[in-house]
């Protein structure tokens, strides 16, 4: 079975950093494109960021660019998430996601069905 498992979250204050990590068991991650998501009840699941499996590719949402690095380590086989300056807005369950595709082949990488497997996330909470 391919387990994806998110560690990380927590409570942060406006403009404070996290960093969210993903690993596997079972499989390497290596061969995948890594993507974050996230989502706050009642909304869609909006993709945050992603990262092609050599690592040589990365996207990011309009709405994190500049604040969010996404990074990863194939030796550790772990892809992490340097969340910066966060805001209120951030607060959501932040979701890891692997998929076969390389981000470089599709039209819109960070959308949730070019993904096949997905860890069951990691809360964030952005309050003072």
């Known amino acids: 079975q391919l387990q994806l498992v998110e560690s990380g979250g927590g409570l942060v204050q406006p403009g404070g950093s996290l960093r969210l990590s993903c690993t596997a068991s079972g499989f390497t991650l290596q061969h995948y494109t890594i993507g974050w998501f996230r989502q706050v009840p009642g909304k869609a699941r909006e993709g945050v960021s992603c990262?092609?499996?050599?690592?040589?590719?990365?996207y990011y949402s309009d709405s994190v660019k500049g604040r969010f690095t996404i990074s990863r380590d194939n030796a550790k086989n772990t892809i992490y998430l340097q969340m910066g300056n966060l805001k209120p807005e951030g607060t959501a369950v932040y979701y890891c996601a692997a998929g076969r595709m390389q981000p470089e082949w599709v039209a819109a990488p960070l959308t949730d069905y070019q993904y096949d497997y997905w860890g069951e996330g990691t809360q964030v909470t952005v309050s003072s």
């Open positions: 990262i092609s499996s050599s690592g040589g590719s990365t």
